[in-house]
Nanobody, 123 residues
Framework: QVQLVESGGGLVQAGGSLRLSCAAS????????MGWFRQAPGKEREFVAG????????DYADSVKGRFTISRDNAKNTVYLQMNSLKLEDTAVYYC????????????????WGQGTQVTVSS
């Protein structure tokens, strides 16, 4: 069982940056692939970024490549999403997710989800 708690969301102007954090409970954190998904109003939840349990391999949605960076610190049971050059269309609730699959990607159905954190990008 893994419990996930996101933090770091907020209001930011277009072009700005935010860093999301996701703290995970449990001593087996390093066994899980981790990822970030988001859901904008009126849209389906979509994949944003994923990282392998070791942190050595990552995957990103095309819409965020070059702007977002996912990383993890297994010693702190935490995964991060650094978001730079934010755009209006990045506004969404961002969810942290975990699964025992090798890596989370666009077609993943993670076993565990956080409660979400709101990111709002203003003009």
């Amino acid at each position: 069982q893994v419990q996930l708690v996101e933090s770091g969301g907020g209001l930011v102007q277009a072009g700005g940056s935010l860093r999301l954090s996701c703290a995970a409970s449990g001593r087996t954190f390093r066994s899980y692939a981790m990822g970030w998904f988001r859901q904008a109003p009126g849209k389906e939840r979509e994949f944003v970024a994923g990282v392998r349990w070791s942190g050595g391999s990552t995957d990103y949605a095309d819409s965020v490549k070059g702007r977002f960076t996912i990383s993890r610190d297994n010693a702190k049971n935490t995964v991060y999403l650094q978001m730079n050059s934010l755009k209006l269309e990045d506004t969404a609730v961002y969810y942290c997710a975990a699964d025992r699959s090798p890596i989370l990607g666009p077609r993943a159905s993670p076993s565990y989800w956080g409660q979400g954190t709101q990111v709002t990008v203003s003009s």
